[in-house]
């Protein structure tokens, strides 16, 4: 992750190291070496995709991208965007990435809450699916992602209760995810709180660029607002389909690129709004190619 940029963008050296300074904690020899289940640990993943967003971010802006006319986050993500968008700065979103993170971890005793992606039902019948494997315990459907694409999350039982429904009620796959925490679900809502009381600590601006929230695919403008749907955001399902149809819909989108290491969101955005091109910025090869289109373009 991030290792081909590092040659040709300086800022990406720069934000790793502004990473570790703030943090007090090696994360790049974590990405690079692991050991992989410390770096799966959310405590670890949080605040090393973060940094690896804000990077890519900082590497278009940098290389001369076009300023965006609306962004969007998907659950950790939105952090990233907060800093792309002026709302707060780098290093308190590690901070605050670094305290949600522990604060998820601490909520549910490690291995007691899991998540699992459900490929091929409808999200009326995942979320009938969570109703019917939950019994006592917490099961939900917490990302919709892209049509037939929903993550469930809640206690581990519950979880692997509905693995074994899922394919019997129509669903063409459903796997574990190697996360150590239930994102998104009841589980989370201690933490709702302690982050609000977070937030009162760290200065917070309005949006330069728009920003469309998971909790409710809505941009706001008033930080009381931001700061509430961010708080919510950590207990509640990310709106990814609907927030999708959002750029499409209020803000005349032409075109989309992915900030970040890898190519999952531009392919989930590619089954949500298939008339729209969708771009990853994952190597400098990709960066380069979509500089020069949005540069022919304007």
């Known amino acids: ?19 570790a300074e703030t943090l007090g904690k090696p994360l790049v020899q974590l990405i690079r070496q692991g050991p992989e289940p410390d770096l799966n640990r ?3 993943t949080q605040p090393a995709m973060l940094a690896a967003d804000v990077a890519i971010w900082r590497a278009w802006c940098n290389a001369g991208g076009p300023a965006p006319r609306v962004l969007a986050g998907h659950s950790l993500g939105e952090y990233a965007a907060l800093v792309a968008a002026g709302v707060i700065r780098f290093a308190d979103a590690l901070r605050l990435v670094q305290s949600r993170a522990r604060w998820m971890q601490a909520a549910v005793p490690e291995g007691a809450g899991a998540m699992a992606a459900v490929i091929g039902l409808a999200d009326e019948a995942v979320i009938e699916l969570c109703t019917h494997c939950a019994a006592d315990q917490v099961l939900q459907a917490v990302n919709f992602n892209a049509p037939g694409q929903v993550v469930v999350a809640g206690h581990r ?8 429904a899922a394919r019997p009620a129509g669903a063409r796959m459903a796997k574990i995810l190697p996360v150590s925490v239930p994102a998104h679900s009841a589980l989370m809502e201690p933490v709702a709180q302690q982050l609000r009381e977070l937030f009162d600590t760290i200065q917070w ?16 403008d008033e930080i009381d607002q931001i700061k509430d749907s961010l708080a919510r955001q950590v207990c509640s399902p990310v709106l990814w389909v609907a927030s999708m149809a959002q750029l499409a819909q209020q803000h005349t989108v032409t075109s989309v ?12 955005g590619k089954r949500c709004l298939r ?8 190597d400098p090869e990709r960066l380069g190619a979509a500089l020069k289109q949005a540069k022919e373009q304007t």
């Open 1 to 19: 992750m991030l290792e081909s940029f590092t040659d040709h963008y300086p800022c990406v050296l720069e934000t790793l190291s502004e990473t």
């Open 205 to 220: 601006q309005r949006p330069r660029i728009p920003l469309v929230h998971n909790v409710d695919a809505r941009c706001h």
């Open 275 to 282: 008339e729209l091109p969708f771009q990853s910025l994952a």
């Open 157 to 164: 039982e519950a979880v692997d209760r509905l693995l074994q």
């Open 257 to 268: 690129l992915e900030c970040g290491p890898g190519q999952v969101l531009t392919g989930l």
């Open 42 to 44: 959310t405590e670890n």
